[in-house]
Each structure stands twice: as C-alpha cells, then as structure tokens.
Nanobody, 120 residues
Framework: QVQLVESGGGLVQPGGSLRLSCAAS????????MGWYRQAPGKQRELVAA???????NYGDSVKGRFTISRDNANDTVTLQMDSLKPDDTAVYYC??????????????WGQGTQVTVSS
C-alpha cells in the first residue's frame, strides 16, 4: 500500500502565496510522475502541475508563470509553490503519484485533498 499525505492548504488573499507539500510512503520501489490536480465545486478535476523523476515539468495553462512544482526524489516528496494567487485558484488540491510498488505492480495513488481558498 502507498499513502500520500498533503499539507499546506488554507485561506489566502488574492495576490498571496501558499506552499503545498505531499509525502509518499509505503511499499514503494520507485515513483515515476508526481503531481497536483485540483477540483473546484461544479468543475472537473484538472491538472495543475506534474513532474517526472527526471525533473521534467508540465503545467496547466492557467497556472503557468505563477506556480512552481519541485520534487525531492530521495524523500519521495513533491511541493507546489503557488504565487500570485487568484480567486479562480480556489479548489481542493490533490496530490497524485504514479508508483511502482515493491511487488512490481504500478498504480496511481491520490492524497486526501487539501482546501485552498483565495478570497479577500
């Protein structure tokens, strides 16, 4: 089993910053991509940012230039630095990891989600 534990959500004013972190633990042999998705009320879950084990990144169009994803492969953690936040960034943010387990099975795992609210 693999667990993803997120931290760092909260309430912030427009233009402010937040930092989300996610730590993976459990029966992990290696992790391919790690990333963040978000889901706002009444909307579909969408990609925010993703990063491969080699450091290649991919961002959703709405966050390019404002959010930065980084990763610590040694500790199986991924971080999302969110700057210049807008009310439209309000959503539940979910950590995701594509994991190769020690049983040689690959699977996608999700965190429990953390609320980010951007409001004055």
């Amino acid at each position: 089993q693999v667990q993803l534990v997120e931290s760092g959500g909260g309430l912030v004013q427009p233009g402010g910053s937040l930092r989300l972190s996610c730590a993976a633990s459990g029966s992990i042999f290696s992790i391919n991509a790690m990333g963040w998705y978000r889901q706002a009320p009444g909307k579909q879950r969408e990609l925010v940012a993703a990063i491969t084990s080699g450091g290649s990144t991919n961002y959703g169009d709405s966050v390019k230039g404002r959010f930065t994803i980084s990763r610590d492969n040694a500790n199986d953690t991924v971080t999302l630095q969110m700057d210049s936040l807008k009310p439209d960034d309000t959503a539940v943010y979910y950590c995701n990891a594509n994991v190769l387990g020690r049983d040689w099975r690959r699977g996608d795992y999700w965190g429990q989600g953390t609320q980010v609210t951007v409001s004055s």
